[in-house]
């Protein structure tokens, strides 16, 4: 079962730590079984429910494309350099932190997921492999794992968005020259950073952190 709203618009607008945040709509889809085998819309939010389509043994985890026939989704399109734009242009403004971002896997490789607009973001490396690697992408795999046919398991992801008022806060610390600061690419580039995300995979959760953009502005 797939969960989405529309995105919100500027009506639906909530103040937040200072700062109009849009509303949490929906982030994130993966590819899917389609006829014509393309990505629905990008979201800022997904829910994906799983229902087996074989059993999950131990050995299948170290195979993605036994995870997908047994999940049921088709492989998504390859990596894309999100992680490598922001990264770019935070250092471009002059304001990149201890850190750099990487093109994150919102949905997980073997459940579809592999980097385009429609399953990846641009966040931290240390949250990668720190927390969200503990709490969501490295459990992942144990919450199939002896699950039999017909059996389900629930992925979701949600996260908040940087609107335009968090982008210009940061753009507020840059010592670039002001056609820089003005350039729209960089700002396409950082917006795509989310400022928190939640999620959780079975049994495991992670609560709503702002890992994703911690230590990439300095």
């Known amino acids: 079962m797939k969960t989405q709203t529309n995105k919100p618009t500027s009506s639906d607008t909530e103040k937040s730590a200072g700062t ?16 014509m085998n393309q990505p629905v819309a990008q979201l800022e939010s997904y829910s994906e429910t799983f229902t087996l389509k074989e059993d999950i043994v131990a050995g299948d985890v170290y195979d993605w494309g036994i995870m997908r026939r047994k999940l049921g989704v088709a492989q998504g399109s390859k990596a894309n350099s999100a992680g490598a734009n922001a990264t770019a242009s935070l250092n471009a403004l002059g304001i990149k932190g201890s850190d750099y971002a990487i093109t994150a896997h919102m949905i997980p490789r073997r459940a579809g997921g592999m980097g385009n607009d429609d399953n990846a973001r641009p966040w931290a490396y ?64 950082i917006q795509k950073i989310p400022t928190a995300v939640s999620a959780s995979v079975g049994s495991k959760s992670l609560a709503k952190t702002a890992g994703p953009i911690t230590n990439l502005i300095k």
């Open 126 to 189: 240390g949250f990668e492999n720190g927390t969200w690697k503990s709490n969501i992408d490295g459990v992942f795999d144990g919450e199939f794992v002896g699950k039999k046919k017909d059996e389900t398991v629930t992925y979701a992801v949600e996260t908040t968005d940087m609107d335009d008022a968090a982008y210009d806060a940061l753009k507020a610390k840059s010592t670039a020259d002001d056609d820089v600061k003005d350039d729209d690419d960089h700002k396409t580039n």
């Open 20 to 35: 109009n945040q849009a509303s949490t709509g929906t982030i994130l889809q993966a590819y899917k079984n389609t006829s």
